[in-house]
């Protein structure tokens, strides 16, 4: 077992954990009516049995048709609106449940985006994965399965008992007492039984989720070194202790469950008990004992919620703590956060003086730079691998943090927010991100506004007109992460979409990795050709052809020379 999985939260920990709770739960003012429909719908459940036990026994006993006609009516009523109610309850709890999933979620990849790409380098991505997903969208239970169940149950259950004690005050406390056993029951045995295999399905999830990404991301290496058997073991591994932490919290929330119905017929056996002497005394006549019978019976089918209430808390608490310790608390402080002005209409120029940057956790990546970009200049900057290029091209689009001056568009770079700056200065990587769909949506990623013509002119900027038209449009997909198109192709396909987003200045970093050397030329001359106007640094430690740049910049040990 991983130590972390049984750590103890620290008091810090602890408290972002309730915010993460917080974050999942619904404002009052959208939660409140799925509420108040789920407690008139249990409301309307305990009515009807009520009513209809009354009706049964008194229509062999009384003459007038008068209560009895009332009594239908008040079943009818009943039935139908418990239906009803059901409904709104439904659909108002996941409406507040699935609008509040939005919103977490989307909170949660808005404090990752400064992190990305340079404060992820060394974080396991399935796990990433897992709390971004998996963990996230479990905490829509926090309203959905505990909240909003408990709160219903609580009132359901003080009300019955209010109203049996009208009936008969004996079996009033009979059913007072049973649903305090029960409550003890649904949270003491599942806690003893199941918490720990509960707590561990989020973290059994992740390694899942984890072994998955790293097999198939990396299928082809495995299988080329003979490691596919090991990884595959590794999967298999990770899915034998999730089925088994699953069915360990299955087990203990089935005998939670289980104590909470035999409770409830003892309920019943009790009250009847409680309440027949009273039928010698003139206590209670016949129809009024069948409700106090009757009614425990609902009000324990409604009261059947809590265990698995309990147990979704429980599973809610870990997936907030893993939520938590995949958010970092603070963000490194070599990295660029996103807070700053708003500016647009910027020219595409750059101006580094003595610049310096590092990478988390890692040694000075740049170590006082010098550069000029003008508006329509091209600049090729070179050097030998780890010379500090890729880091410069980091710092550029600001995901790293600059010491020194470095101005875009007359304006300094650290007061502008993240948004603002990486829409100046655009960059397209030396691996691309292409996402297993069409080419269509790869490029309206950029700009979801375009479109096909648009598209395709893009596309025949970046030479891929023909490609495209060859393989039927705009329609025909690339694979996961480009795996149905070359490396070139890729370049070009993320270059159109740069394009068409429009940056004032592009940064191409290395942008004929992975392509063959008697290609790579032809590339540099297509993507160099394509950009128009726009302000390009590229970035390469191979040449390009002659006349394509303006300039040269060379960078050795982070340093300009």
Known sequence: MRSDA??????????????????????????????????????????????????????????????????????????????????????????AALRQLAVT??????????????????????????????????????????????????????????????????????????????????????????????????????????????????????????????????VQDADAALRASVTRASLAQAVAAGVVSTTAGAASVWALAAASPGLSTGAIDGPWLAVAVLVPMVVFEIFGATPVAAASWRSVRASARRVVDVLPERMPDELRGDEGADAGGLEGSIRLRNVH??????????????????????????????????????????????EGEYSVGGMDAATLSGPSLRAVVGLCEQSPQLFDEDIRQNLLFARDTATDDELLAVLDRVGLADWVRDRGGLDARVGDRGALVSGGQAQRIALARVLLRGFPVLVLDEPTAGVDPAASDALLRDLLEAVGEQSVLLISHVAPPAGTVDRVVRIEAGRTV
């Open 6 to 95: 049984r750590r103890a939260p620290s008091a810090r920990a602890t408290a972002r954990e309730r915010a993460v709770l917080r974050g999942a739960q619904p404002p009052l003012g959208r939660f409140l009516p799925g509420l108040l429909w789920g407690v008139l719908s249990a409301g309307a459940a305990v009515s009807l049995l009520a009513v209809s036990g009354w009706l049964i026994v008194s229509a062999s006993i009384v003459d007038s048709l008068v209560p009895l006609s009332i009594a239908v009516v008040g079943v009818r009523f009943f039935a139908v609106s418990r239906a009803v109610t059901r409904y709104l309850e439904r659909l108002s709890g996941h409406d």
């Open 105 to 234: 979620r989307a909170d949660m990849v808005r404090r990752l985006i400064p992190l990305s790409p340079a404060g992820l380098g060394r974080t396991d991505r399935g796990r990433v994965l897992s709390a971004l997903v998996d963990d996230v969208e479990n905490l829509q239970n926090l309203p959905l399965r505990v909240v909003q169940p408990l709160a219903v149950a609580a009132v359901v259950a003080i009300g019955a008992v209010g109203f049996i004690a009208f009936v008969s005050p004996p079996a009033a406390l009979t059913l007072a007492a049973c649903l305090i056993v029960a409550a003890g029951a649904a949270i003491g045995l599942g806690w003893i039984l199941g918490s720990r295999a509960e707590t561990r399905v989020s973290l059994r999830r992740a390694e899942l989720s984890a072994a998955l990404v790293d097999y198939f991301g990396s299928l082809d290496v495995l299988i080329a070194y003979g490691a596919e058997f090991a990884a595959r073991e590794r």
């Open 357 to 402: 940057a590092t990478w988390p956790g890692g040694a000075e990546g740049l170590r006082g730079v010098d550069l000029d970009l003008r508006p329509g200049e091209r600049v090729l900057v070179s050097g030998p691998s780890g010379a500090g290029k890729s880091t410069l091209a980091a710092a550029l689009v600001g995901f790293l943090r600059v």
